[in-house]
């Protein structure tokens, strides 16, 4: 999922968003809720390539510095378990599967469902390159969205009641985001929002281990992001 090509966001739409989570962030800190404060703070980092159209910078900046975070902050750590079972192992393997057979709906489609905003994507044309570029890409995005969506995001809400409830909306969420990723259009926020639900089910299996999720989407992303170089299918 992702590699933004197409930027969801006009540059007003990201000064908007930056100024809410500036807001928000200030809010918390204010209540000395110190965490949060320090989650809707590098939100704001994050996004802040947004303001100059740099829509690839936002994976790159995002998995370095949430990674970085989660190393440093001690309670966040544990989240890198790998707590493993067969229910998990199962349930990893048939998500990669349900992401191999909608890709080979999606490519017998008439008309690709995936925003390219590119006319010649990096690495086309020399087969080390393609490969390197879909690996390292997959890879920071994979990080970058589940430490986001699945890691930083359920953090500000963990309080809050109604577990599925917040699946479904950070699921709706993370799809909506994806009108204008890989995949794209309709079909890609549908199947999007089905995947983000999917990895919420995994981690909970997983006991809370956001490297079972990583490595999930990783997978994906090779699939999805090969496909655009027609590696795959």
Known sequence: MGIYLDPPLSITGSVVALLVLGALAGTYYARREF?????????????????ANWDLATPAIG?????????IYRPWRSAFALNSSVAVVVSAFAVVLGVVGFQIVNSLRSSSSTSIGWTELPGQGNITATVFFVLIASAINATFE?????????????????MIIQW???SICFGVAHLHGTPGGMLGVLFASIFGFMMCVLRHLSHGSITWVIGVHF???????????GIFF
């Open 35 to 51: 965490e949060r404060a320090a989650i809707l703070g590098m939100l704001f980092i994050i996004f802040l390539p947004g303001l």
């Open 219 to 229: 997978f994906a992303d090779v699939i999805l992001i090969g496909a655009l170089y």
């Open 63 to 71: 998995a370095a510095l949430l990674l970085t975070a989660s190393v």
């Open 168 to 170: 479904i909306l950070v």
């Open 146 to 162: 589940e430490l986001l969506w699945r890691f930083a995001i359920p953090l500000l809400f963990r309080s809050s009641k109604g």
